[in-house]
Each structure stands twice: as C-alpha cells, then as structure tokens.
C-alpha cells in the first residue's frame, strides 16, 4: 500500500503508473461531496496533478493512504521526512489538545518512538485508551428477561403461568433482571473495531484489535446506525467511555466510502485547518490562563454567550430585531465584565513585509476587527496568524478612538510545538501584554 504525506494545497503528481489510485480517490473524493453538501477535499481541476484543499487529516483507500498535514511554513513541499514528521507531531498534538478527537498529552510519547503513519497512529491510540477503559470494567446494564423456565428466578408472572403452565407444573413462568455486556455502548466499540480491523495495516495495531474483541465476545454484531448512538444510556459508571463513543462517532459515522472500491475498506478522518487552529488557540488560552493572569471563567471561545449583533431593525410592531450577529472566534473579559480582549484567528501565511506593506492581510478581516472593537467597546482586537519568516507584528489603532487598536500578531508554528510549549506560552504572554497606545496616530496607521 502507498502511503503519501503532503501538505495542505499540496500536490499528488498524476502519472501513467498511479492512475489507477488516482481515479479510486476520485470516487471517494465525489461521494464525501455528496455527502457533505458540495465540500470537497481534492482539487480536480488540473489533469497533471490533484492538489489538496484545506483539510488536514487521513484519507484511506484501497491501495493508497494519503495524509493530509498542517503547512508548518510557506513551503509547498516537505524537503524531508523530518519536516513531515514534525508536521505530524504537530497535528496530533493540536487535535489533543482542541479535544477533536479522545488523544491525550500523554498518549503521542510512543508515537514520537515508533513514527507510525498517522492513521495508524490514531487507530492505536484509540485501541489503547479502549484496553485502558476494558481492564476497569466493560459496560454492563440490567436487561429485563422473560422466559418459561424449569428453575425458578425473578418473579412469577401469574397470568402467564396460568396460560402457558396450567398444565406443566414443573415450568414456571418468569420475569428477571440480567447483569449483561450486550449494551449498546458495547456494541458500537464492538462494530468500531470491526472497521478499524479491514483499514489497518500494521500487525500490532490489529493486535490490540483482537485483544480487545476478547472482552466483547458475549456483545452481538449489529451495523451502527446515527439513531444507534441515541441508544446508548449513559451512568456514573461507563461515562468514563464518553471520549471514546465519540471517537466512535467519527469513525463510523464521518467517514465517506467510496462505491465499487471496497467500502468497508475506505475511510477518512478529516478536519478544516482554520477551525482546528482556531481550537486550539482557544484551548491553550483556556488550559494556561492562569500563566498569562487570565482567569479561565472569562475565556469564551467563538464568543460563547457574548455574541453581539452588529446592527438592529426596526419592524413593524416597534420591536427591534438584531441583525449581522458578531461572533468573535475567542472573546476575554475583564474582573468589571467588560472585553478585555478580543482574537481572530486566521490560518493564513502573509506575505513578507517587502512583498506586500499590508502583509496580505484582507480588507474584509481589518473590517470585521473593527466592528468589533466598535461593538465590545474593546482596546485590544488581535488577528492571530502563523508566523511567517520577513512579517512583523503590528499595532494599527482607530482614528478618533485611538483607545481601540487591532493588533496583527503571530505564533511560531514551524516547531515541535508540544515540546516548545512554554515558549509558545511566553509568546501568548507576549501578546497578551496591553499595548502602549499614541494618540495622535491617523485611521489604521502602523504603530509598531
């Protein structure tokens, strides 16, 4: 099986010897489309070579498994397996910790060992935070029971035993609660590893497959449906399992098969790269607040409970209907619950300070920091970009209220950032520091 690691809007040369994996991802890439209103994850619109979108993340088929990795730099290419590596380490780390999928700090230790490809990489995880949770206990449930029966258990159903008995005296008719494993939590961990068994190519992941189908050998097979998750109850006792139902969810729910390729065989695990950093940054604000002196009860990420609406209608019963509601992707309070704080984040590489005076950064965006800034009465508005190479921050601030700034700032996304972590927390710090302001500056003038 190939495997091709490529960035986000890298390239997949076409070829007379791969043409046939490349019309296999094809189909795939036509049938996640219908499935996802028109989003594809290829563009096709090139006969010399199929370019990715913005997703990053794993695309299973038979024959070719093409991962998908965050751009770490403005290369279009991985020089080396190094840079791909840490490309991967990367992702994993900012999916453990934006909590897309059930991945935790701790589990990428023995990734970084093995260099397993990356799905693999993820099934083993999931295998092995599932053995973890099976060693405690497999979910049980009482199922209620009814049976006509040679031994007595339960109660007697009277009514029944007089229709069915009156003349077997030596059966009685029953009704008793079961301790069972047959649950539906069980059985969609159960199908899931089914699935995880046709995709994987590596022997010790399969091996953690078997190990764990020894703990659900007592669990039926059944073909998950969506309405199957609804199912499942969830108590004090298996809420421990939550993570991994979800992953569950992903796996056997979120992937797309492709028709006439072997279905069961095809699989992906996708995420849009500019939702996943903006996760991320909010999550590690969230779990490091208190070294940047924030408190994390006035964090609130995509404006959670703080959206605004950016203009009001008048209708014609005299109410006023708010219109262009104002979500910003991560909203900080102050002690006094004023916007303290307001990030955007944009997964975009600008251009360098001599290409471009404004870096590349649209119009569109600048527009949308001072509708905020306006709106939440907020100083400091931040557009949040990976650093690039030649770009510097800058502070613009608003003529006629030069209390307000919007603040261009960047984070070093090109290093093994799970092991840069308290640089990368210096650098929030940074950024977070409030900003000397200089009244006299002109509309959206550069300050720094």
Same mark, same amino acid.
């Given at each position: 099986?190939?495997?091709?690691?490529?960035?986000?809007?890298?390239?997949?040369?076409?070829?007379?010897?791969?043409?046939?994996?490349?019309?296999?991802?094809?189909?795939?890439?036509?049938?996640?489309?219908?499935?996802?209103?028109?989003?594809?994850?290829?563009?096709?619109?090139?006969?010399?070579?199929?370019?990715?979108?913005?997703?990053?993340?794993?695309?299973?088929?038979?024959?070719?498994?093409?991962?998908?990795?965050?751009?770490?730099?403005?290369?279009?290419?991985?020089?080396?397996?190094?840079?791909?590596?840490?490309?991967?380490?990367?992702?994993?780390?900012?999916?453990?910790?934006?909590?897309?999928?059930?991945?935790?700090?701790?589990?990428?230790?023995?990734?970084?060992?093995?260099?397993?490809?990356?799905?693999?990489?993820?099934?083993?995880?999931?295998?092995?935070?599932?053995?973890?949770?099976?060693?405690?206990?497999?979910?049980?449930?009482?199922?209620?029971? *009814?049976?006509?029966?040679?031994?007595?258990?339960? %109660?007697?159903?009277?009514?029944?035993? @007089? /229709?069915?008995?009156?003349? $077997? &005296?030596?059966?009685?008719?029953?009704?008793?609660?079961?301790?069972?494993?047959?649950?539906?939590?069980?059985?969609?961990?159960?199908?899931?590893?089914?699935?995880?068994?046709?995709?994987?190519?590596?022997?010790?992941?399969?091996?953690?497959?078997?190990?764990?189908?020894?703990?659900?050998?007592?669990?039926?097979?059944?073909?998950?449906?969506?309405?199957?998750?609804?199912?499942?109850?969830?108590?004090?006792?298996?809420?421990?399992?939550?993570?991994?139902?979800?992953?569950?969810?992903?796996?056997?729910?979120?992937?797309?098969?492709?028709?006439?390729?072997?279905?069961?065989?095809?699989?992906?695990?996708?995420?849009?790269?500019?939702?996943?950093? *903006?996760?991320?940054?909010?999550?590690?604000?969230? %779990?490091?607040?208190?070294?940047?002196? @924030? /408190?994390?009860?006035?964090? $609130? &990420?995509?404006?959670?409970?703080?959206?605004?609406?950016?203009?009001?209608?008048?209708?014609?019963?005299?109410?006023?209907?708010?219109?262009?509601?104002?979500?910003?992707?991560?909203?900080?309070?102050?002690?006094?619950?004023?916007?303290?704080?307001?990030?955007?984040?944009?997964?975009?590489?600008?251009?360098?300070?001599?290409?471009?005076?404004?870096?590349?950064?649209?119009?569109?965006?600048?527009?949308?920091?001072?509708?905020?800034?306006?709106?939440?009465?907020?100083?400091?508005?931040?557009?949040?970009?990976?650093?690039?190479?030649?770009?510097?921050?800058?502070?613009?601030?608003?003529?006629?209220?030069?209390?307000?700034?919007?603040?261009?700032?960047?984070?070093?996304?090109?290093?093994?950032?799970? %092991?840069?972590?308290?640089?990368?927390?210096?650098?929030?710090?940074?950024?977070? &520091?409030?900003?000397?302001?200089?009244?006299?500056?002109?509309?959206?003038?550069?300050?720094?």
């Amino acid at each position: 099986m190939d495997i091709v690691r490529i960035p986000e809007f890298g390239r997949i040369p076409i070829t007379q010897g791969n043409r046939k994996l490349i019309d296999r991802l094809k189909v795939f890439d036509c049938a996640h489309a219908r499935q996802n209103h028109g989003i594809q994850i290829f563009d096709w619109s090139n006969i010399k070579h199929v370019s990715a979108l913005n997703y990053v993340g794993v695309v299973h088929i038979p024959g070719l498994t093409v991962e998908i990795l965050p751009k770490i730099d403005k290369q279009f290419i991985y020089e080396d397996d190094g840079k791909a590596d840490l490309a991967q380490n990367n992702l994993l780390y900012m999916l453990s910790l934006s909590r897309r999928i059930p991945i935790r700090e701790r589990d990428l230790a023995p990734l970084r060992l093995n260099k397993m490809p990356l799905l693999e990489a993820i099934i083993g995880i999931f295998l092995r935070r599932l053995l973890d949770e099976l060693v405690i206990g497999i979910d049980h449930a009482y199922r209620t029971q *009814e049976e006509n029966s040679l031994f007595i258990k339960g %109660k007697i159903l009277i009514q029944e035993q @007089i /229709k069915k008995n009156l003349f $077997h &005296k030596e059966r009685s008719y029953i009704k008793y609660d079961e301790y069972v494993s047959d649950t539906w939590l069980n059985r969609i961990m159960k199908a899931t590893c089914k699935r995880l068994l046709q995709i994987t190519q590596t022997k010790s992941v399969a091996n953690l497959i078997f190990k764990a189908f020894a703990y659900f050998q007592f669990v039926e097979d059944f073909e998950i449906e969506e309405y199957h998750f609804d199912k499942v109850q969830i108590t004090r006792s298996n809420e421990r399992y939550i993570p991994l139902l979800e992953f569950c969810r992903i796996f056997l729910m979120d992937s797309s098969p492709a028709p006439g390729y072997g279905d069961n065989k095809t699989f992906s695990l996708l995420f849009p790269m500019d939702r996943l950093f *903006e996760d991320f940054v909010a999550e590690f604000i969230y %779990k490091y607040s208190s070294h940047f002196d @924030i /408190k994390r009860s006035t964090v $609130h &990420k995509q404006a959670a409970g703080k959206a605004k609406w950016l203009l009001t209608r008048k209708m014609s019963n005299g109410k006023a209907l708010g219109m262009f509601r104002l979500k910003p992707d991560i909203v900080i309070n102050d002690d006094r619950g004023g916007t303290h704080f307001i990030l955007d984040t944009k997964w975009k590489y600008l251009l360098s300070d001599q290409e471009d005076s404004k870096n590349g950064i649209s119009q569109a965006d600048i527009y949308q920091l001072f509708a905020y800034a306006h709106r939440y009465n907020c100083s400091n508005n931040i557009l949040l970009f990976p650093a690039v190479s030649g770009v510097s921050a800058k502070t613009y601030c608003v003529q006629g209220d030069e209390n307000k700034q919007i603040r261009i700032e960047f984070l070093n996304m090109s290093r093994d950032m799970q %092991k840069s972590r308290n640089d990368l927390k210096d650098e929030f710090k940074e950024i977070f &520091k409030t900003a000397v302001f200089i009244p006299s500056i002109p509309l959206l003038s550069i300050t720094k």
